[in-house]
């Protein structure tokens, strides 16, 4: 099957930082990426829809200014949090789809804010 | 918008067959995924229907009824490794066959 890939796979940063999160299909093209985010013991919430060459589409309640997300090529997403707080600590999840509806998700990135 | 309904929790023991069903409302429904997500890790894809009937991988199998909006994860010959949570999702084709979770099941598999 298609693979996903992310990185890095955790990463801890201090309070008002900013922290990149890639995402990238290794054997396929990606025209849609989506980007979940789950807190412990709880679901997957999808944050954004990401399609290559056009701005991401942001759930409700989801802050646009706070997670930019850059679809700049068929097989790479990235995620930024910007001016990281301890609240936004969480595991964020990454899938695309090569246009077929199937997804594929990536291993995910637990990220821990001090 | 979207909605999805699991039981949030089921305890079963070893060898036995537990059903896990959902409940689906969604305006642009275009099939029902199952996941598998053991503590610390990703979820794993289990199945997929996209049409109704039974679908059967291994000890696993998944059912959709469309006219119901219900499908089910039927899980057999529980073994300890199967202790996770299981997630529903709704493959939704508006805004780009994007899948919303619902809020996942634990299953524990006792001795």
């Known amino acids: 099957g298609a693979v996903v890939s992310q990185h890095p796979s955790w990463v801890i940063c201090k309070s008002g930082t900013s922290v990149k999160i890639e995402c990238r299909s290794l054997d396929f093209q990606a025209t849609t990426m989506f980007w979940y985010r789950q807190f412990p013991k709880q679901s997957l919430m999808l944050m954004a829809t990401?399609?290559?060459?056009?701005?991401?589409?942001?759930e409700q309640g989801v802050e646009k200014d706070k997670f930019l997300i850059n679809h700049a090529s068929l097989t790479l997403s990235t995620l930024t949090v910007t001016s990281a707080h301890p609240e936004d600590s969480s595991f964020y999840i990454c899938?695309?789809?090569?246009?077929?509806?199937?997804?594929?998700f990536g291993p995910g990135t637990r990220l821990t804010v001090l | 918008g979207q909605s999805l309904e699991q039981p949030s929790e089921v305890t079963a023991v070893e060898g036995a067959i537990v059903q896990i069903n959902c409940t689906y409302q969604t305006s642009g429904f275009y099939g029902l995924s199952w996941y598998q997500q053991h503590d610390g890790g990703a979820p794993t894809f289990l199945s997929y229907?996209?049409?109704?009937g039974l679908e059967e991988t291994g000890r696993f199998s998944s059912f959709l009824s469309r006219s119901d909006s219900y499908g089910y994860l039927l899980l057999q010959e529980l073994q300890m490794k199967d202790s996770a949570s299981y997630f529903c999702a709704v493959r939704d084709s508006t805004g780009g066959f994007k899948t919303i979770f619902g809020a996942g099941t634990r299953l524990f598999v006792k001795a």
């Open positions: 899938s695309a789809s090569g246009g077929g509806g199937e997804q594929f």
């Open positions: 229907n996209a049409l109704d």
């Open positions: 990401s399609n290559e060459g056009s701005k991401a589409t942001y």
